[in-house]
């Protein structure tokens, strides 16, 4: 059962684009969404992470919205550059659980 | 990744063969996990611990162990390698638990052959 389900799986944003990424997730009692950056031969890192008592998330380029009601959040990189290209993983987790809940992950590619 | 070291970074063994795979860590943190990343399937957790000597199963642990003797090691061992198991191995290290981020390392490729 995949609890938490990621989209696009691969995406292409023109440089100075706004790229979005997905996620929803099915179990209620998740109240830690993380977001992971991965640059290829690297481990991810952990990028921003929302909780649900807040609807957005603004750490400089990237943002986290979020919407409790629809069981879904998006990480959205504004001004998007080349050195953006990675793989994004969204995450889910609930109080007391010691362990993460990944998406399947998105291939974002920033082209010139 | 500072403070989190994965050997071999890379490996090639026979079907059949056992494999250990070492995680090492000097922050000194409590939780420490083993996920594998595969194209199409993102990162799916294997083993975890939460201390020395706590160890507990994770979403696709079949044939897979794992020990902790020490809180700045944890090893991931494939009794008798399959194909299936070709994959990138991750660790991860949590100070607080997941609710505090995880550090991963920077992964061991495993071909199975």
């Known amino acids: 059962q995949q609890q938490v389900k990621q989209s696009p799986q691969s995406l292409i944003v023109q440089k100075g684009g706004i790229s979005i990424i997905n996620c929803a997730y099915e179990?209620?009692?998740?109240?830690?969404f993380p977001w992971y950056q991965q640059f290829p031969g690297k481990g991810p890192a952990l990028l921003i992470a929302?909780?649900?008592?807040?609807s957005e998330k603004k750490e400089g380029r990237f943002t986290i919205s979020f919407n409790k009601s629809a069981k879904q959040f998006s990480l959205h990189i504004m001004d998007s550059q080349p050195g953006d290209s990675a793989t994004y993983f969204c995450?889910?987790?609930?109080?007391?659980?010691?362990?993460?809940?990944f998406g399947k992950g998105t291939k974002l590619s920033v082209i010139p | 990744d500072a403070g989190i070291t994965q050997s071999p970074r890379h490996k090639v063994t026979e079907t059949g063969t056992p494999v250990t795979l070492r995680c090492h860590q000097t922050?000194?943190?409590?939780?420490m996990y083993w996920y594998r990343q595969d194209p199409g399937h993102g990162l799916r957790l294997i083993h975890y611990?939460?201390?020395?000597?706590?160890?507990d199963k994770g979403e696709v642990s079949d044939g897979y162990s794992v020990s902790r003797s020490k809180t700045e090691d944890f090893l991931l061992t494939l009794e008798s390698a399959t194909s299936s198991q070709t994959s990138v191995y991750f660790c991860?290290?949590?100070?607080?638990?997941?609710?505090?981020?995880?550090?991963f390392g920077s992964g061991t490729r495993l071909t199975v052959v």
């Open positions: 995450a889910a987790s609930e109080t007391g659980s010691y362990q993460l809940t």
């Open positions: 611990s939460y201390g020395v000597k706590d160890t």
């Open positions: 929302i909780r649900p008592d807040v």
């Open positions: 179990n209620t009692a998740f109240d830690y």
């Open positions: 991860a290290i949590s100070d607080m638990g997941v609710a505090y981020g995880y550090t």
């Open positions: 922050e000194n943190h409590r939780y």
